[in-house]
């Protein structure tokens, strides 16, 4: 399915002082900038893990879509030791849970798109998404989808998984 948001719904939802253009980059990635900056809340940042860090994607596929990021710059999954890697599979593990407790969902996309023919948006900077599904859920986002069903709860779906986060730990 191809991205039902479009670029200005990122504008709608972050306000005018979250730009991110390259130029205004401190580390040159947008991932490595946003974790140094301090503001989790700014960032949507839901859980700092020992290496990784839980953040809801900026430009979701639908409402609570989240990510799963290390803290180290690598592009690539093997280029992290194996505690990263394994900190960030329970990542994604307690992050499933807290999607489906707050969303209901009925199943989960859990990818990584590596490397220029993997299609992955931030390629500099590996990442697992974790994505809710409902079953009829592509039919009635690209129908119906559009502002309403992700913007106006945007807010809302950081604020319900932040609480749960904060209870978590792996
Ligand atoms: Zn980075």
């Known amino acids: 399915m191809k991205k ?7 504008e709608y939802v972050t306000g005018k002082e979250k730009k991110k253009r390259k130029e ?8 490595c900038d946003e974790f140094a900056q301090g503001d989790d809340e700014k960032n949507l940042i839901l859980k700092r893990f020992k290496h990784c860090v839980v ?7 639908n409402a609570g879509h989240v990510m799963v990021i290390p803290y180290e710059h690598k592009g690539d999954l093997r280029d992290l030791t194996p505690e990263v890697r394994a ?3 329970e990542a994604a593990n307690v992050t499933m849970q807290v999607i ?5 969902c009925q199943g989960f996309n859990v990818g990584v798109n590596m490397g220029v023919a993997g299609g992955g948006g931030i390629q500099e900077h590996v990442h697992i998404h974790v994505l809710p599904r409902w079953v009829g ?7 119906l989808g559009d502002t309403t069903l992700i913007c106006t709860d945007f807010k809302e779906v950081y604020a319900s998984f932040k609480k749960r ?6």
């Not at 986060?165 to 792996?170: A, I, L, P």
């Open 4 to 10: 039902i948001y479009a670029p200005w719904r990122h």
């Open 24 to 31: 205004d980059l401190v580390n040159q990635c947008v991932f």
């Open 55 to 61: 953040i809801m994607n900026y430009y979701p596929y």
């Open 87 to 89: 900190e960030m599979m």
């Open 100 to 104: 489906e407790d707050e969303t209901k």
């Open 137 to 143: 859920d592509t039919n009635f986002l690209a129908t």
């Open 165 to 170: 986060f904060d209870d978590v730990s792996v």
